[in-house]
């Protein structure tokens, strides 16, 4: 039984260790482009790992319609509301609250959606 057990116990061990060594060994950072612009793999019209220039961002950003968060959908509109309070207004989506009703981001102007 000893014997067994210490075949069933090496057989673990290497596997753990096959699989620690392969994982490791795959790099997903690409750290040749890390700084040199935006990436967008498989987006439509562009080539797979295409750096972007800032004209071209800007030509996306531009084109942006919706912004999704956890506390709803943002839609593009013309201009700034100016009923919608400072409290309620926001310029980074990442400071995005369940009282938020605008966001102002240099590309666009997003009111959020009646729920």
């Not at 061990?13 to 994982?23: H, K, P, R």
């Not at 482009?33 to 797979?48: A, C, K, M, N, Y």
Request: aromatic share 6%; net charge negative.
């Amino acid at each position: 039984m000893k014997k067994k057990e210490l075949v069933v116990l090496s057989l673990v061990a290497v596997a753990l260790i096959g699989t620690t060594v392969a994982v490791k060994s795959v790099s997903f950072a690409d750290t040749d482009r890390q700084h040199e612009g935006t990436i967008l793999p498989g987006v439509s019209g562009f080539d797979e790992g295409k750096v972007l220039s800032e004209e071209e961002m800007d030509t996306l950003l531009s084109k942006v319609e919706s912004i999704g968060t956890h506390y709803g959908e943002f839609y593009r509109v013309e201009s700034e509301d100016p009923s919608i309070p400072a409290e309620e207004t926001v310029y980074d989506k990442q400071e995005v609250k369940p009282n938020t009703k605008q966001i102002i981001k240099e590309y666009g102007v997003f009111i959020k959606t009646a729920e």
